[in-house]
């Protein structure tokens, strides 16, 4: 089964910046066509969509990260990644990535973001 793997997460003071990524294991004629979003979750809180990019390398964010963070993709190496910049408390959350749209591949344990005062 499909299971993305993010990495690059950890603690970071307030205003601070990082970079995550997700490796997903497939053929990379399936990684190139699929829309890739990022999403994130704290404690008792569903799952949110942060932010999306599609084959056409086209972007979207949710308004609560736009200006901060910018999504990207190498299809050479499977990888999506997300650059977090002005970061706050309110980023504090797992960050896991998976496909945009469904089938929605299994869950990956994610990686986690924390933002110190």
């Known amino acids: 089964q499909v299971q993305p793997v993010e990495s690059g997460g950890g603690l970071v003071q307030h205003g601070g910046s990082l970079r995550l990524s997700c490796t997903v294991a497939?053929?990379?004629?399936?990684?190139?066509?699929?829309?890739w979003a990022w999403y994130r979750q704290t404690p008792g809180k569903e799952r949110e969509f942060v932010a999306h990019?599609?084959?056409?390398?086209?972007?979207g964010y949710t308004d609560r990260v736009k200006g901060r963070f910018a999504i990207s993709r190498d299809n050479t190496k499977n990888q999506v990644y997300l650059q977090m910049n002005g970061l706050t408390s309110e980023d504090t959350a797992v960050y896991f990535c998976n496909t945009l749209t469904s089938p929605i591949f299994t869950w990956g344990q994610g990686t986690q973001v924390t933002v110190s005062a």
């Open positions: 497939m053929p990379g004629s399936l990684f190139n066509i699929k829309a």
């Open positions: 990019i599609t084959p056409s390398f086209n972007t």
